[in-house]
């Protein structure tokens, strides 16, 4: 197991996300994409989304490695996509010429103070609001410390009719026969807690359709989606591929982050280790547990 001194990290004081960004995560993130698109049957978003006509524009809002925002591009070769982060392009492949990638806080930051790969042009978009047709998000529940804020912000930036996609999970624990498990668990509760102190919001996932309503999105839409903590109850080799990397890499994962978000409070090294540790036991336990995964869609009125 790496120490989490050994990771990087983005450098934005303002931004509350946890977990790191060097090469390994990246190769995580890339992994991770694989997977939600095998379970989501090679559709990984499903905004109803029918772009014709000009001056189109996508956002893809933490965009890690960018297989989203490709995927975008190619998808809708009429449209500028644009893929914003805290941390800069990784750069692992070639992109499409309709995507750019951008540096910076959609919270904190105007869209013209964005920047771009190379850390000096910011891009000109002409405007603070009504920008976009479709922006997407996923998987920010360790970054997002304002979530009705951001929601608005989202509202803000979209055109008319334009479409939001929120996809993300809770950090709750079920068993086999659904009920939560990890209310119960001390090591979680510690995090729990201390994660909420920085603005985090672990349920972000199911509180996401209600927020988007309370925003003034309309035709609000959730589909939700099992993830599996382990591979091996799984008859469908997709699932249990799924599975599998989840019980490995997320449970790692796992580790770098207690130790960030505790460290935020300033809680002391051994205390850090010893929750680190427990956590290690209870989530590598021989017990079906799973998360689940919510895919939210609204739509701003005409």
């Known amino acids: 197991m790496n120490k989490p001194a050994q990771r990087t990290y983005h450098d934005r004081r303002d931004a509350a996300y946890v977990l790191p960004n060097d090469a390994a995560e990246h190769a995580r993130l890339e992994r991770q994409a694989r997977y939600l698109s095998a379970i989501m049957d090679s559709q990984p978003v499903h905004a109803p989304l029918s772009l014709t006509g000009s001056n189109l524009q996508i956002l893809d809002v933490g965009c890690g490695t960018g297989i989203i925002s490709d995927y975008l591009a190619n998808r809708f070769k009429n449209a500028e ?44 978009l002409g405007k603070s609001t009504g920008i976009f047709d479709l922006i997407f998000s996923r998987l920010l ?47 979680w509760q510690r995090v729990r807690v201390a994660g909420e102190s920085t603005g985090l919001d672990w349920d972000c996932g199911k509180n996401a359709a209600q927020r988007l309503r309370v925003a003034g999105f309309v035709d609000v839409v ?45 809680t002391e090294e051994r205390e850090v280790r010893a929750l680190q540790e427990e956590a290690m036991r209870v989530l590598q336990k021989e017990e079906r547990k799973e998360w689940f995964y919510y895919v939210t869609i609204g739509r701003k009125p005409e």
Not at 101 to 122: A, C
Not at 163 to 185: K, L, M
């Open 222 to 266: 959730v589909k939700t989606y099992r993830w599996p903590w382990g591979g091996q109850w799984e008859s469908d080799p997709v699932w249990k591929t799924f599975g599998e990397y989840v019980a490995t890499d997320i449970v790692e994962l796992n580790w770098h982050m207690i130790a960030r978000l505790m460290a935020k409070i300033g």
């Open 81 to 124: 996509v644009y893929g914003l982060d805290l941390s800069p392009d990784p750069q692992l492949r070639d992109h499409p010429e309709n995507l750019k990638f951008l540096q910076g806080n959609v919270l904190e930051d105007e869209p013209s103070q964005w920047i771009d790969r190379g850390g000096t042009t910011r891009l000109a």
């Open 141 to 187: 529940v360790c970054g997002m410390s304002d979530w009705p804020r951001y929601i608005e912000t989202e509202f803000a930036l979209l055109k008319p009719g334009g479409y939001v996609e929120i996809q993300d999970v809770d950090f709750r624990w079920f068993d086999a026969d659904g009920n939560c498990i990890s209310d119960s668990w001390s090591w």
